[in-house]
């Protein structure tokens, strides 16, 4: 965490909010939220590129996310997710019988 991530065009230094991904197997370049990993084929675009961002002729563009302001997290869901983590951090009950995925099944006809 804390590393900034910043538009892939040479001549830009904006903070990345999109990523553009080439699928060359379907001659589609997909504009989604920023990825995040970095992986081959991908590029992070800033607000400006991402809108003037151009596929190569004959390919398809696909935009997942038309509205980049709604990319980030919100306040909300950094809070869901600090329940959620909180959530997972609690023991778990034991369970008598041992796991439901050991018991028998049977079949219901
Ligand atoms: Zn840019």
Redesign the pocket.
């Known amino acids: 965490m804390g590393v900034v991530r910043r538009?892939t065009?040479s001549t830009?230094s904006?903070t990345a909010v999109a990523t553009l991904t080439y699928v060359y197997a379907d001659q589609t370049a997909v504009l989604g939220p920023l990825a995040t990993y970095a992986e081959p084929h991908t590029y992070d675009?800033?607000v400006?590129?991402a809108d003037r961002m151009s596929a190569p002729q004959g390919w398809n563009v696909l935009r997942l996310a038309p509205d980049p302001a709604a990319a980030p997290p919100n306040h909300d869901d950094l809070l869901a997710l600090a329940d959620a983590v909180r959530e997972a951090g609690r023991p778990v009950p034991p369970v008598p019988d041992g796991p439901p995925s050991l018991r028998l099944v049977r079949p219901d006809s």
Do not use: G
Request: proline content about 0%.
């Open positions: 538009c065009r830009c904006q675009l800033c400006a590129h």
